[in-house]
């Protein structure tokens, strides 16, 4: 399983300035922040920063090998450095990228590949939790899910016996360039939503964009996808459970599939809900969030787990395992016994949505929530967050609280229709707001775009 530097020489038409072409590459890292002694370092050019020319920073840090674009290496650094080695590539990108294709194929191991509008990183960590209980599991870490992040979680591979990986995009071609980078055995697509609505135009093209992960799928794959979605649901079945070599299986609620969630008991924190598995009765399953959507994210993971003969004993236990990653449906308790949702990771309509039916469903004395905006709609913005206000309504939301220009918009809607509404100007003045409205027994739910760095919110009320 090993790379050699001649290795990478090869794949990348790289060319060897300095170095044995026969050192070992085992890890990989682009941020010369974190790494470690024997690492490889990639130099990534971003828009606002060369990490080419920072190789002497990754030498100094213990890094025996550089892979880097355009930069002159001189006689002085070649004497300097001449126990290490140094690689001269056209594009350190795609360099990554082909190294990671090259890494994958020396692995015949399960690969499940996971994306969706709502939903990929809670997905991946249930669906790793389950196949875990069968396998030696490497996951993405965090949202590592695009061009970079991805590559460099395959080259992480060493002992392990599956690969569960998310698979993020904005525009068309992306998701196609990371199926084909990570060539899956299963693909799962979580939903079919309005995230980047703003770059690809409707709902249609995101749909078109999600399945560029059969591009690079393997022969005999199997596409899981959420039934109960509307554009997966008519999708599936113009294709008749089939497309080329690929199976399609189906999870869902409402709609009859091949793994169905009956009885569904909701809880603040937990939820419990009987499986049937193409019709027949199969026991309960308990997750260990609370909402609505992380019940369809355990059927996703159960679906996973049958493909790769996992029992379904064990399937149940990896779910009961699983748990949330930060800022994500975090519960926090602070002070004077009020409760906060953290969910300020990320925002769009569909998620939104999601987030305020759990809080109306809680028991707590009032429900609050925080928005604030949620970005890349484009045109759609206005409409899309007049729709959340709409859902503040709907589920009859205590109190609101906005930041942000289209968190007006969501806050104007709202008060229209007779919700206690408040805009506030920034971050901290919201901050103010809650401590000064909130009561014993409330729960607060914060929610927006990374963007609008909710982050501070919360920390605002935690650590003051």
């Given amino acids: 399983m090993e790379i050699k530097v001649k290795d990478i020489i090869n794949i990348c038409n790289g060319k060897l300035i300095i170095g044995d072409e026969n050192i070992v590459c085992d890890n990989f890292s682009k941020d010369t922040r974190t790494i470690e002694e024997n690492d490889v370092y990639i130099g990534i050019k971003g828009e606002n920063f060369d990490g080419n020319i920072l190789y002497e920073n990754a030498f100094e840090k213990g890094a025996k090998v550089c892979i880097l674009q355009g930069v002159d290496i001189g006689d002085e650094i070649k004497n300097k450095y001449i126990d290490r080695a140094i690689i001269i590539v056209e594009d350190t990108i795609k360099a990554l990228q082909q190294i990671a294709s090259y890494k994958r194929d020396l692995y015949d191991i399960p690969v499940i590949a996971i994306t969706g509008s709502v939903g990929k990183t809670s997905t991946k960590d249930i669906i790793a939790s389950v196949v875990n209980e069968g396998y030696k599991v490497l996951k993405t870490q965090g949202n590592l899910n695009n061009h970079i992040g991805l590559p460099l979680t395959i080259l992480g591979l060493k002992d392990h016996e599956a690969l569960v990986v998310e698979m993020g995009m904005n525009n068309f071609g992306e998701i196609s360039v990371l199926s084909k980078i990570a060539k899956p055995n299963i693909a799962v697509i979580t939903n079919v939503g309005t995230a980047h609505i703003g770059n690809l135009g409707s709902r249609e093209n995101i749909l078109k964009a999600k399945l560029e992960i059969l591009d690079g799928i393997k022969d005999n794959g199997v596409l899981i996808i959420n039934n109960d979605n509307d554009l997966l649901h008519s999708w599936s079945e113009k294709n008749s459970g089939k497309i080329n070599n690929v199976k399609i299986v189906t999870y869902g609620i409402e709609n009859i599939s091949n793994f169905n969630a009956c009885d569904i008991e909701l809880k603040e924190n937990s939820s419990e809900f009987d499986i049937k598995i193409n019709s027949e009765y199969n026991g309960k399953v308990n997750v260990p969030v609370g909402g609505q959507h992380f019940v369809y994210n355990a059927l996703s993971a159960i679906a996973v787990g049958n493909q790769l003969n996992i029992q379904l004993e064990k399937i149940k236990n990896g779910i009961e395992k699983f748990e949330l990653s930060k800022s994500r449906m975090e519960l926090i308790k602070i002070r004077d016994g009020i409760t906060i949702v953290n969910d ?121």
């Fill in 344 to 464: 300020c990771y990320n925002a769009n309509y569909d998620s939104m949505k999601a987030s305020i039916e759990y809080l109306a469903k809680t028991k707590f004395k009032r429900k609050i929530v925080v928005l604030g905006d949620m970005l890349e709609l484009g045109e759609f913005s206005n409409a899309l967050h007049k729709k959340v206000g709409e859902e503040v309504v709907k589920n009859k939301i205590d109190i609101l609280i906005t930041v942000g220009e289209m968190g007006k918009v969501i806050s104007d809607t709202a008060s229209e229709k007779g919700v206690e509404s408040y805009h506030c100007e920034n971050n901290e003045k919201a901050v103010q707001k809650i401590k000064e409205l909130t009561e014993f027994g409330d729960i607060v739910l914060i929610k927006a775009s990374n963007g609008m760095k909710f982050k501070n919110i919360v920390d605002g009320l935690v650590n003051n």
